[in-house]
């Protein structure tokens, strides 16, 4: 679909606000927003919203939202984007990505494999976990030490977005393992790269916020649960996880910044769990801990 981009240049304190109310007003529509720095001396910045669809509906939003949030008109520039398969192309460029023993790649790549390697087809667009993110390679190297070290004998990829992670552990424990997201979207990518990387046997995926269905309870308590979310949301589930995971159960954590480690760790000790170690990958912090 056509993308036309609206800019203007605004400054200081009025290119925050302008900024962050536009920010505020799109975020349901999903339109994506960019500030760039011009000139740090004078602090000028440009400021784009790239619309989809109809773009005279958001030309007139943001001439709304500008009338309130700066005290004098701005021009608003428009230029049409052409037309370009942005998630084809992205995954074009995706080098495949090595972790351990595991290869994650795109169908483009396939050839890429060498002898022990263990190949991991992700070709999806709409879900996260491509192997590149160093919260998702930091859990591919910790479930690679925990599953080979203590054999669960089943396991919870909560959030599993691509379900990377799910696959690869499928590929090297061969265990049931319930894999959910809170995303339909990603549940149903999930499900097709499950088939496509042949271990339908062992992963079952669901839609699913938090532990909130009766998949949790049916197939639980788990031996392994992998959750590479983010730092609050765990924060959160750390009672509902306790529930979950059977007694001497392992569980790996990502999607956690550096600095935010400690209150994790505390969260998680308050439901009686111990921290057995921390992978750090730029900037992130993906961690084992035991309950
Ligand atoms: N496991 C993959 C994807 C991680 S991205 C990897 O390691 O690369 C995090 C995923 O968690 C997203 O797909 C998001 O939709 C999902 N998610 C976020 N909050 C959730 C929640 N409360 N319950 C279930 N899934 C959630």
């Known amino acids: 679909m056509t993308q036309t981009r609206f800019h203007f240049i605004a400054a200081g304190d009025d290119a925050r606000r302008a900024y962050r109310e536009l920010e505020a007003a799109f975020e349901d529509d999903g339109l994506p927003l960019a500030i760039v720095e011009l000139d740090e001396k004078r602090d000028l910045h440009e400021i784009s919203v790239y619309a989809e669809g109809d773009p005279e509906a958001v030309k007139a939003k943001i001439a709304e939202i500008l009338q309130h949030a700066l005290p004098s008109p701005l021009p608003v520039e428009q230029e049409i984007l052409p037309d370009i398969d942005w998630v084809t192309k992205s995954l074009e460029g995706l080098q495949p990505v090595r972790s351990r023993r595991f290869l994650v790649h795109g169908s483009h790549d396939r050839t890429r494999k060498r002898i022990g390697d263990i190949g991991i087809e992700i070709d999806a667009g709409q879900a996260f976990g491509t192997g590149h993110h160093g919260t998702t390679s930091g859990c591919l190297d910790m479930l690679w030490q925990v599953a080979r ?133 730029e900037g992130w912090v993906t961690l084992h801990m035991k309950r």
């Not at 690869?168 to 499950?194: E, G, M, S, Y």
């Not at 959750?227 to 529930?243: D, F, H, S, T, Y």
């Open 149 to 281: 070290r203590e054999r669960p004998r089943n396991a919870l990829d909560l959030g599993t977005g691509s379900a990377v992670l799910a696959i690869a552990l499928a590929k090297i424990a061969r265990i049931p393992i319930l894999a959910t997201d809170i995303d339909p979207i990603a549940t149903k990518v999930a499900a097709q790269n499950v088939r496509l990387n042949g271990v339908e046997a062992w992963v079952e995926t669901r839609c699913a916020a938090g532990f909130h269905d009766p998949a949790f309870r049916e197939r639980g308590p788990f031996g392994l649960i992998l959750a590479n979310i983010l730092a609050r949301p765990l924060m959160k589930l750390a009672p509902a996880m306790a529930l979950h995971l059977a007694p001497g159960g392992s569980l790996i954590l990502s999607g956690i910044l550096e600095r935010q480690r400690r209150a994790i760790v505390a969260a998680y000790a308050t439901q009686g769990f111990r921290h057995v170690s921390t992978l750090p990958r």
